[in-house]
């Protein structure tokens, strides 16, 4: 089993910037895994936003590519997402994710949410 907590959610300004935090735990996790940030705007779909795997290959979704970037620390077994130049369209409730396949919503392990609210 794999725990995942994100945390950092909040309010900001368009134009502003957050950082949210995953840390993983369980007998399950394992660094190798992909891991990811997902998102969900009421009454869409959940969707990718950013993914790395565990040499460092990393993918975007087009809509937040040169303004968020994701990043991990295996040893501290922690995900990261810097979302800098926020937009209302951002708005939504960001999950992480760990043992996938990219940006496919098609994840093993997904954390609670965090919400992410911009205007």
């Known amino acids: 089993h794999v725990q995942l907590v994100e945390s950092g959610g909040g309010s900001a300004q368009t134009g502003g910037s957050l950082r949210l935090s995953c840390v993983a735990s369980g007998d399950g996790y394992s660094s190798t895994h992909l891991m990811a940030w997902f998102r969900q705007a009421p009454g869409k779909e959940r969707e990718g936003v950013a993914v790395i795997d565990d040499v460092g290959s990393i993918n975007y979704a087009e809509s937040v590519k040169g303004r968020f970037t994701i990043s991990k620390d295996n040893a501290k077994a922690t995900l990261y997402l810097q979302m800098n130049s926020l937009k209302p369209e951002d708005t939504g409730m960001y999950y992480c994710?760990?043992?996938?396949?990219?940006?496919?919503?098609?994840?093993?392990?997904w954390g609670q949410g965090t919400q992410v609210t911009v205007s």
């Open positions: 994710a760990s043992d996938g396949w990219w940006l496919l919503p098609e994840y093993n392990y």
